[in-house]
């Protein structure tokens, strides 16, 4: 476990390195699924190449997509194409910028899918056993078959236990030539992704490297402000609810104290932190009124200005304070209209 | 874990150290990869010949631009070649240093899965089993040219019907795996042994213009490192500063359309005012809308100012 969190600091560190770290898990994961994904020719003459090329075309899509919605990104890179311009204009190079690095990491696992299929072999020989060149590969002394019936043979050859075809052409030969036709285009997608790649990733110094650093820098920090922002509106609701809450315990406190006619319990100044919190809601029935006005009535989102400061003595015994003194607590200093 | 943790920090510790280690995966990857791949031999006479040396060329083309592409230093490396001089001098005792230890490290994987692959034999077998001389062999000295081509090309094929019992087939994948081993070792040879002279002799040319690129070369390197985390650092801080100015001015607007008591607790402002504020749901509702609709220009210079 230690070794799984240390690896998952380092990660961590920067957001790079993160999305990185993800794609990799996707690449992982893309050949650990074609590993244990049972795959079964239909050996049938209309539905082998759709069946093979399926799935050669369609996970990858999947994957292709998945990373897009896995990367944190994307609703940020939406929310600055969609956002009105307002103050701050809008540079089309750092979207672009955005977009391309998403999708590069967004790439990686249905290459490796397709890769590992070619490679693989089975789901070429599957599509294209129907093409198999008979007339070069088969055994030439074998009288030859009406169309149909030669198409019907040779979809049976991905699948050996119903294979009837023997004297035709061997069923070994077939897979053999269509393996090495995949195989040798596995290699060949491998060669060219990796060359796309590498030129992707040399001709950017060469050519726009001080427009890339440009857009690179605000990328990251249209990404800094939203976390920042969050964080921020974050501590905000956190002061707001609490002195929310402060307030609807101070107002119930009153309330109680106002309907059974004595002015409200004052706690003696030396009375301590503890007495403090409390509120002044100290017996049972205040505490299960005040309970059940949380659930049936929830004071409005709205901050008063404190008409009762804090437990720790009066500015004006005995009378209720018009205007507060001195709010001694997180509050709002005016009272908006707005 | 203790041991893995400090195998992890001294690989960390420089770059150089990362590359190496980025390299050894890589040549560890490739003889994975090459384990996991099901080789299978097409036995056609055109066929052999190609697939055969495909397997065992175009693989390493692709490791060896992997190991390009992953290399951080070859970013370094174009970036400091591609640079408009300005104010600094370029040094090319630098780039070509760079360039060289760059090669190197990328020319690992792909040696490695071509030595594998010879050590194994299957690849070498596949390709020249068509190649070989017929008279040498039992088997095939009695039958025609095409025949014999067809039944050479099958050698690679252990389970084909005209090969299961044919003694010959070994007699031939024998002499050409033995081929194919011998060029493995003697390639792993000539390597070491340029490897191992390599590095004895190089002290005794330019050991100092060595010294002096090798450490330009870190300095590069660490100041582009050290370049991207200041900017880092540089956009949280204009970012907070941003966002600060935005509470701030959402505060001030909210003031001016109010019908407010006059502002008490001016002894309160020393504090941190959380709220900074903004204290009802509408409030809210309007700066998070403001957020969205108006963002603020990135310009922080009347906050710094102050």
């Known amino acids: 476990m230690d070794k799984f969190r240390m690896i998952f600091q380092f990660l961590q560190s920067n957001q790079e390195s993160f999305m990185n770290g993800i794609c990799g898990i996707m690449a992982l994961a893309s050949a650990q699924m074609y590993s244990v994904f049972d795959f079964n020719c239909p050996c049938l003459?209309?539905?082998?190449?759709?069946?093979?090329?399926?799935?050669?075309?369609?996970?990858?899509?999947?994957?292709?997509?998945?990373?897009?919605?896995?990367?944190?990104?994307?609703?940020?890179?939406?929310?600055?194409?969609?956002?009105?311009?307002?103050?701050?204009?809008?540079?089309?190079?750092?979207?672009?910028?955005?977009?391309?690095?998403?999708?590069?990491?967004?790439?990686?696992?249905?290459?490796?899918?397709?890769?590992?299929?070619?490679?693989?072999?089975?789901?070429?020989?599957?599509?294209?056993?129907?093409?198999?060149?008979?007339?070069?590969?088969?055994?030439?002394?074998?009288?030859?078959?009406?169309?149909?019936?030669?198409?019907r043979v040779l979809a049976r050859i991905p699948c050996k236990e119903i294979y009837d075809g023997q004297e035709l052409i061997a069923n070994e030969v077939a897979i053999r030539y269509l393996r090495c036709i995949s195989q040798a285009l596995g290699w060949c997608f491998v060669l060219l992704m990796t060359t796309l790649a590498f030129l992707v990733r040399s001709l950017r110094p060469c050519f726009t490297q001080a427009a890339f650093l440009k857009s690179r820098y605000w990328s990251h920090y249209i990404d800094i402000e939203r976390k920042l922002f969050d964080e921020t509106c974050a501590e905000h609701a956190r002061s707001f609810a609490k002195v929310c809450i402060q307030q609807f315990f101070e107002g119930m406190s009153t309330d109680l104290a106002a309907a059974r006619c004595h002015p409200p319990r004052k706690a003696p100044a030396d009375a301590g932190e503890a007495t403090e919190k409390l509120l002044g809601i100290t017996d049972q029935g205040t505490m299960n009124m005040a309970l059940k006005s949380w659930h049936r009535c929830k004071p409005p989102l709205h901050l008063h200005p404190p008409a009762l400061p804090s437990g720790n003595g009066w500015a004006g015994e005995g009378q209720p304070p018009a205007h507060p003194p001195m709010p001694r607590r997180e509050t709002a200093a005016y009272y908006s209209r707005v | 874990?203790?041991?893995?943790?400090?195998?992890?920090?001294?690989?960390?510790?420089?770059?150089?150290?990362?590359?190496?280690?980025?390299?050894?995966?890589?040549?560890?990857?490739?003889?994975?990869?090459?384990?996991?791949?099901?080789?299978?031999?097409?036995?056609?006479?055109?066929?052999?010949?190609?697939?055969?040396?495909?397997?065992?060329?175009?693989?390493?083309?692709?490791?060896?631009?992997?190991?390009?592409?992953?290399?951080?230093?070859?970013?370094?490396?174009?970036?400091?070649?591609?640079?408009?001089?300005?104010?600094?001098?370029?040094?090319?005792?630098?780039?070509?240093?760079?360039?060289?230890?760059?090669?190197?490290?990328?020319?690992?994987?792909?040696?490695?899965?071509?030595?594998?692959?010879?050590?194994?034999?299957?690849?070498?077998?596949?390709?020249?089993?068509?190649?070989?001389?017929?008279e040498k062999f039992v088997g095939f000295a009695n039958a025609s040219p095409v025949q014999?081509?067809?039944?050479?090309?099958?050698?690679?094929?252990?389970?084909?019907?005209l090969m299961r019992n044919n003694t010959s087939r070994k007699a031939v994948s024998r002499y050409l795996r033995c081929w194919s081993q011998a060029l493995g070792w003697s390639i792993l040879l000539i390597l070491i042994v340029a490897a191992f002279l390599a590095r004895w002799l190089r002290p005794c040319f330019n050991q100092a213009t060595l010294l002096q690129a090798r450490h330009w070369s870190n300095y590069i390197d660490i100041e582009q490192k050290i370049f991207e985390e200041t900017c880092c650092e540089h956009s949280r801080l204009f970012a907070h500063k941003c966002i600060l100015h935005f509470f701030k001015s959402m505060q001030q607007e909210i003031k001016l359309h109010s019908f407010s008591l006059p502002r008490e607790g001016e002894g309160t402002e020393g504090e941190e005012d959380l709220l900074r504020g903004i204290t009802g749901q509408d409030q809210v509702n309007k700066l998070l809308k403001m957020w969205y609709y108006e963002k603020p220009p990135l310009d922080v210079s009347q906050v710094t100012q102050r």
């Open chain 2, 1 to 134: 874990m203790d041991r893995f943790r400090m195998i992890f920090q001294y690989f960390q510790s420089n770059s150089e150290s990362v590359m190496n280690g980025i390299c050894g995966l890589l040549a560890l990857a490739s003889v994975k990869i090459y384990t996991c791949f099901d080789f299978s031999c097409p036995c056609l006479p055109q066929y052999n010949m190609a697939y055969g040396l495909g397997i065992m060329l175009v693989p390493p083309i692709a490791l060896f631009l992997c190991g390009l592409i992953l290399n951080r230093q070859s970013l370094v490396m174009l970036e400091e070649w591609r640079r408009p001089q300005g104010c600094r001098k370029k040094d090319l005792a630098v780039i070509r240093y760079m360039c060289s230890s760059i090669m190197q490290r990328a020319m690992v994987a792909p040696v490695v899965w071509i030595i594998v692959t010879l050590l194994d034999g299957k690849c070498l077998i596949c390709a020249f089993s068509g190649s070989v001389d017929p």
């Open chain 2, 148 to 161: 014999v081509q067809q039944l050479l090309a099958k050698v690679p094929c252990k389970d084909d019907e």
């Open chain 1, 45 to 151: 003459p209309g539905y082998n190449l759709a069946y093979g090329l399926g799935i050669l075309l369609v996970p990858p899509f999947i994957l292709f997509l998945l990373g897009f919605v896995l990367n944190n990104n994307v609703s940020m890179l939406a929310e600055e194409w969609r956002r009105p311009q307002g103050q701050r204009g809008k540079d089309r190079a750092v979207l672009r910028y955005m977009f391309c690095s998403m999708a590069q990491r967004a790439m990686i696992a249905p290459v490796v899918w397709v890769s590992v299929t070619l490679l693989d072999g089975k789901c070429i020989t599957c599509a294209f056993c129907t093409a198999v060149p008979v007339e070069t590969l088969g055994n030439a002394s074998h009288p030859g078959l009406p169309q149909g019936e030669m198409k």
